[in-house]
């Protein structure tokens, strides 16, 4: 089969859909990556995969919406694909529509998180449904991650097709796995973050925009015997709300984008994603393939991954003071995180493991 997958910006390409693409050329077929141009398309096609540059843009101007709307359907019937497969929520939409106008065979729809939720005002919750739907009555599969979000298209009827399933998310065992006894890694990284041996680590990976939580965890970091490394930067594409970098404590480390994340995790003690809303966050399957405990806000998909007082606490969302007193508790107890720790990582490899979610869409998608 001839496939496309599609998505808004090419970071999100290569470090999300980049696998399913592998394992889809594995298989026999010919494979093509669209998204917005980027330093990331190189990467990708390094590999030998091809990729088409079409602008799509993360915000909700209908102009830019409409020219990247006619160059997605005039691509799609100049390459006949057999399948369009579509990720994000704006690329998504359009794809879809431009998929079916083209006249492509089978349209597939990953939602890695819908954009609404149940903290959303309730207008703007009913605009994002309604553009669900449409975007639905051009869907043969939808895939989602969360078991909640499968349940919520059931109901709400997003499907055309109506074959709806939760497929989850998953990392690389191996590139994830737990530090080794005697890690010169663990020691190295530290000193050059300037962090003592002993000190309890707490990792946080995510976008350095505000609704990933980081005011609040910034705030919970005041007083805490506990260091602070926050990896991640705000995207150029990006258009949620930034954060103020200003009179951080003393304690916090702003680590920017960083391509060791596994060796990161292993010379933490602790993970934390406090976001507002979330899809099926990654970075906490990442932390739970590397052992570490997790502190989570009750939302939607990190609530499906962590497990209550077994491999994790939950806080509510924005709650500065709560996020605080799990800190607290998880960094003054090293038998609990490490308790907390083993059985997240058994959860990991039983469920999110990325070659078995990648086999279950093989399978769905009858690509093998």
């Keep these: 089969m001839k496939i496309c997958q599609v998505c808004a910006v090419d970071f999100t390409l290569y470090h999300f859909i980049l696998p399913l693409m592998r394992a889809e050329r594995a298989a026999g077929h010919e494979i093509v990556g669209v998204c917005s141009d980027g330093p990331w398309m190189e990467k990708i096609s390094a590999e030998g995969l091809r990729t088409v540059a079409v602008p799509i843009a993360r915000n909700l101007n209908p102009i830019q919406h409409w020219a990247s709307y006619r160059r997605l359907v005039r691509l799609f019937r100049e390459e006949r694909f057999d399948m369009v497969h579509v990720h994000t929520p704006i690329a998504a939409l359009l794809g879809r529509v431009a998929a079916r106008r083209a006249g492509v065979g089978k349209i597939v729809y990953t939602a890695h998180g819908f954009y609404f939720h149940e903290r959303m005002a309730f207008w703007k919750r009913a605009l994002f449904i309604a553009l669900e739907k449409w975007g639905g009555r051009h869907t043969d599969v939808l895939f989602t991650q969360a078991e909640e979000d499968a349940a919520s298209a059931r109901r709400l009827g997003l499907c055309r097709g109506g074959v709806i399933e939760a497929i989850g998310n998953g990392v690389d065992p191996a590139r994830f ?20 041996e002993d000190a309890p680590v707490i990792m946080m990976t995510g976008r350095m925009v505000a609704e990933k939580g980081y005011p609040e965890l910034f705030a919970a970091m005041r007083g805490q015997d506990a260091i602070l490394w926050a990896a991640g930067e705000h995207l150029a594409s990006d258009h949620a709300a930034t954060v103020s970098a200003a009179s951080l404590p003393d304690n916090v480390r702003l680590l920017g984008h960083r ?33 570490l405990p997790v502190i989570a806000t009750n939302i939607r998909g990190s609530r499906e991954e962590v497990v209550a007082g077994e491999t994790g606490l939950l806080v509510p969302v924005a709650d500065a003071l709560a996020l605080g007193d799990a800190i607290r508790n998880l960094a003054g107890d090293p038998e609990r995180r490490k308790t907390m720790g083993a059985a997240g990582r058994l959860r990991a490899l039983e469920l999110y493991d990325e070659a078995k979610v990648i086999a279950r869409q093989m399978e769905r998608l009858a690509l093998n």
């Design 177 to 196: 796995a737990p530090a080794a006894g005697d890690d010169e890694s663990r020691r190295s990284l530290r000193a050059e973050l300037q962090t003592p």
């Design 259 to 291: 391509q060791d994340i596994p060796d990161l995790l292993r010379a933490a003690d602790i993970f934390t994603l406090p976001s507002h809303r979330e899809g099926m966050p990654r970075s906490i399957i990442e932390a739970m393939m590397t052992g």
